[in-house]
């Protein structure tokens, strides 16, 4: 089955303790992004990547880090979380980029006290 | 840069009636235009999506969309809603060049018995 795959589903953390959201997809698509979901501003675009070793920043890249080392994982990691990243986060692949489908995973509810 | 917005942040509808949510967006040149649903606890699934072509597109769950280059629309319908269509809607647009997909804020469609 064609599918997004996000770890964790939900996490609780403190400010500034570093943690690691895992992102996986298994249908070779080149192009994954990272995107946080707020109430009343719809899904924004973290980071994205084009391909292995290539990626670059969306339009809230602040305080977030990502990398791209397999064609299949996309991992996004926050080194020193803050409550303002407290969100709701998707990953997603697509074959190419803004021209073609994004699969979702099933999202991440992150909180940082 | 592109855009989108979705001027309706909640519709109420009543099983069985006919729904229309709108969508408008901002680009200069051909766009890729998506309408993406969320039901509650859930990533997003794409409903349909209009790349060229035809400017009445059909998706799944009986839901179609009109593409309106001169009023830079891409409203979605549906003839007879169902109490399972209650959830949360979003309309994107793709750039091919720069692969980035920018959603609108959504709307949120409640369905009442």
């Known amino acids: 089955e064609a599918q997004v795959t996000q770890n964790p589903r939900y996490l609780i953390t403190v400010t500034g303790k570093k943690l690691t959201v895992t992102c996986s997809q298994n249908m070779n698509h080149e192009y994954m992004s990272w995107y946080r979901q707020d109430p009343g501003l719809g899904l924004r675009q973290i980071y994205y990547?084009?391909?292995?070793?290539?990626?670059d920043k969306g339009d809230v890249p602040e305080g977030y880090k990502v990398s791209r080392k397999e064609k299949r994982n996309f991992p996004l990691i926050l080194e020193s979380p803050s409550p303002n990243q407290t969100s709701l986060y998707f990953c997603a692949s697509s074959r190419q980029g803004g021209n073609t489908e994004a699969f979702f995973g099933q999202g991440t509810r992150l909180t940082v006290v | 840069a592109q855009s989108v917005t979705q001027p309706d942040i909640h519709i109420t509808v009543s099983e069985g009636a006919s729904l229309e949510l709108r969508c408008n967006y901002s680009y200069g040149a051909t766009p890729y235009l998506f309408w993406y649903v969320q039901s509650p606890g859930q990533g997003l699934q794409l409903l349909l999506k209009?790349?060229?072509?035809?400017?009445l597109v059909q998706g799944i769950k009986g839901f179609e969309a009109e593409f309106k280059r001169s009023q830079s629309s891409f409203n979605l319908r549906k003839p007879s809603v169902h109490w399972s269509d209650a959830a949360e809607y979003f309309c994107?647009?793709?750039?091919?060049?720069?692969?980035?997909?920018?959603f609108g804020a959504g709307t949120t469609v409640t369905v009442r018995a």
């Open positions: 990547s084009m391909n292995v070793e290539v990626t």
């Open positions: 994107a647009v793709g750039a091919g060049n720069d692969y980035k997909l920018s």
């Open positions: 209009y790349f060229s072509g035809d400017t």
